[in-house]
Structure formats: C-alpha cells, structure tokens
C-alpha cells in the first residue's frame, strides 16, 4: 500500500515545477530589419496563430529569473552584424536563416552558464532564424518558399542586445532588456 501523503506530495512537487514562470531569450535587432520580418511575418504567418512579432530566439526555457539578469547584466558584448544569407524551408514554414560568428560566440558563452538547466531543445544544435511562416500546410509552405527565395537578396542587420520574455502559454510578455555595448 502506498503511502497516503505520497500522492499530496506529487502534486505539490508538480505543481510547484508548473509555477515556476519560464522565460524566453530573443536577440533584439535593429529597427528597420525588425519592421521588415514583422511585415512578413503578418503577411505570411496564419492569423489567428500569430501571437508575436518576429524573433530570433536564443534559448526557449530558462528558469532563474535572479540568475538569468545578474548573469546577462555582467555580460559585455559589443554590438555586432549578423548576415541574412538564405531562406530555410521548415517543411510546414519558412525562415530567413542568420548568420553570425559573434552571435554563435554570445550564445554558446550563455549556454555554459545555463547549461544544466537547459531542456533538450536549447541544447541541441543551434541554427539561428527568425521564422516569417509556420503551422501551414507543406504545400503552401514549399510556394512561399520558393516565391521568397527567387527574389532574395542578402543583406545584414545589426544586433542591439537582448530581450528576456515570460513565457504565458502562447503570447510572450516582455520582462526585461540588456543591451549589448
């Protein structure tokens, strides 16, 4: 026979991991790039499922609230170019694919820090992008790609610093912001 608290105990142990706000780490760019993937992303992201604007995520579920800005305050990254060189197709959407050794380094220096707390997705590989369409069907997805890839030309926009957000079970609510030097 089990032990009649043990399932009190559960619950509460559980619930207590459901309580904990998760947070979310975006690099914010400049204005103009951030109006540029924002119009895309009305334009091509499903209405009713497009809670957001436009974002390049850096990790998806971090935890600490206390760790995460005395960690972030005591970083001193200056501000750095990022080259938008590709579309990638996401097989149900499309994606502007970024790239940066600065924004690789920045990164993989928060990971270490937060490594032990990070979930499977935040440690896996890292392939930054900042998604324009998702959640529709392969077809329509495969159009848009090939309809935004004819025309692409690359260009850079510029990392200002970063955007921690609370995630509320589908929108985002911004909690705070560190901008790089």
Not at 100 to 127: C, M, P
Not at 143 to 156: D, I, K, M, Q, R
Request: aromatic share 14%.
């Amino acid at each position: 026979m089990r032990h009649p608290l043990l399932a009190i105990y559960k619950l509460l142990v559980i619930d207590d991991a459901f309580l904990m706000p998760v947070y979310i780490l975006t690099l914010r760019i400049d204005q103009k790039s951030q109006v540029f993937f924002d119009q895309q992303r009305k334009a091509y992201f499903p209405k009713e499922r497009n809670l957001l604007n436009a974002h390049l995520t850096l990790f998806h579920h971090l935890v600490d609230y206390d760790d995460i800005v005395n960690f972030l305050k005591s970083l001193v990254v200056k501000q750095f170019d990022l080259e938008v060189n590709s579309l990638r197709f996401l097989g149900n959407g499309v994606a502007y694919k970024i790239e940066s050794e600065e924004l690789n380094t920045l990164r993989s220096k928060i990971a270490q820090h937060f490594w032990n707390n990070l979930t499977a997705q935040d440690r896996q590989g890292y392939r930054p992008h900042i998604t324009v369409q998702n959640k529709v069907k392969a077809e329509e997805a495969k159009e848009l790609y090939h309809t935004l890839s004819g025309n692409f030309v690359p260009f850079a926009c510029y990392a200002l610093g970063l955007d921690l957000w609370e995630y509320l079970g589908g929108p985002w609510k911004h909690v705070d912001y560190f901008p790089l030097a």
